[in-house]
């Protein structure tokens, strides 16, 4: 399979837990980019990483959230001391350099996190 | 703020009609748009694309329109089948400025009635 692979699909945790979600790209796609998506609502950006380094993080990102991508291949979104408004599905893409935004991200299928 | 806009959140077609989805958007840096078709459970998949410099874009049964005076674009799908049921976004970049980041719409759920 050469899509974009995103796990866990689902995760339930606890208000104030930590949880990390890992996200693999299409091996030869060296961008990366997290989105988080509510009901209602478009995708919105989180950040992105070409290679290793992270090259743009949004505000929505608090200092509770950090995302690696350690040696450019797969990566990790931890969200500290969970809130209920963190609920929503986390969107991972993947494309080639300056590609992206002309022909389109190729999404995972997320990861729902529910925050009780 | 939202900078891209959906106002139809629904709309339901009849099988082999026209199927038109309206977007617009507020940021006058918007050189790309894209259409983004999203399934149930499934990530979004990319549909079509259109640059600034164009005023219309076909692949297929598919042909995105721009309208940049009126910053609004729209999506029409000809003819429409079943299998195109789905939550459609608009989403729209600076590309040309360097900039990587989508900002997407709200969406729009189609449903084709057979």
């Known amino acids: 399979d050469t899509g974009v692979s995103q796990n866990p699909r689902h995760k339930i945790t606890k208000r104030g837990q930590n949880v990390t979600f890992r996200c693999d790209p299409i091996s030869e796609h060296n961008r990366l980019y997290w989105y988080r998506q509510t009901l209602g609502q478009g995708p919105e950006f989180l950040t992105y990483?070409?290679?290793?380094?992270?090259?743009?993080k949004s505000r929505l990102l608090s200092d509770r959230f950090s995302a690696e991508r350690p040696k450019g291949s797969f990566s990790t979104l931890e969200i500290q001391r969970t809130e209920q408004g963190d609920s929503a599905m986390y969107l991972c893409?993947?494309?080639?350099?300056?590609?992206?935004?002309?022909?389109?991200?190729?999404f995972g299928s997320g990861t729902r996190l529910t925050v009780v | 703020d939202q900078q891209v806009k959906q106002n139809s959140p629904s709309l339901s077609v009849q099988e082999g009609r026209i199927s038109i989805l309206n977007c617009d958007y507020t940021n006058s840096m918007f050189d790309y748009f894209l259409w983004y078709k999203k399934y149930p459970a499934e990530g979004p998949t990319f549909l079509i694309s259109i640059s600034s410099i164009k005023d219309k874009n076909e692949d297929g049964r598919f042909t995105v329109f721009l309208n940049k005076s009126a910053k609004h674009l729209s999506l029409h799908i000809v003819p429409s089948q079943p299998g195109d049921s789905a939550v459609y976004f608009c989403?729209?970049?600076?590309?040309?400025?360097?900039?990587?980041?989508?900002?997407f719409g709200t969406g729009t759920r189609l449903t084709i009635i057979p």
């Open positions: 989403a729209a970049s600076e590309a040309n400025f360097g900039n990587e980041k989508l900002t």
């Open positions: 893409a993947s494309s080639l350099a300056d590609r992206g935004t002309h022909y389109g991200y190729t």
């Open positions: 990483f070409q290679n290793e380094a992270q090259l743009e």
